[in-house]
């Protein structure tokens, strides 16, 4: 079956950075754009950036300039590069893959930017 494994969050200070990274198993990975999400308590789930099978790239206004998507099609891997942390980032962040209308999600992974 499908599984997408986020990894990489944590607790940083403002300003810090962090990587986070989704793994994909039971997939063609390669044909399938990747995203990440995140969620803050008692809000909903938002964008954060996405990539498509060809690389292209789009991000949410917040972040622009301060987060990098990247994925490595040999690995199987989507990455989050998170630079300049803001508390405002503090949320769960979730790996998804889509094609079509086939969404495959992960569990999530917490990213807290707290001093």
């Known amino acids: 079956q499908v599984q997408l494994v986020e990894s990489g969050g944590g607790l940083v200070q403002p300003g810090g950075s962090l990587r986070l990274s989704c793994l994909a198993s039971g997939m063609f990975f390669r044909i399938y754009a990747m995203g990440w999400y995140r969620q803050a308590p008692g809000k909903q789930r938002d964008l954060v950036a996405t990539?498509?099978?060809?690389?292209?790239?789009n991000y949410a206004d917040s972040v622009k300039g301060r987060f990098t998507i990247s994925r490595d099609n040999a690995k199987n891997t989507v990455y989050l590069q998170m630079n300049s942390l803001k508390p405002d980032d503090t949320a769960v962040y979730y790996c998804?893959?889509?094609?079509?209308?086939?969404?495959?999600w992960g569990q999530g992974t917490q990213v807290t930017v707290s001093s």
């Open positions: 998804n893959g889509a094609r079509g209308t086939t969404n495959y």
């Open positions: 990539i498509t099978s060809s690389g292209s790239t």
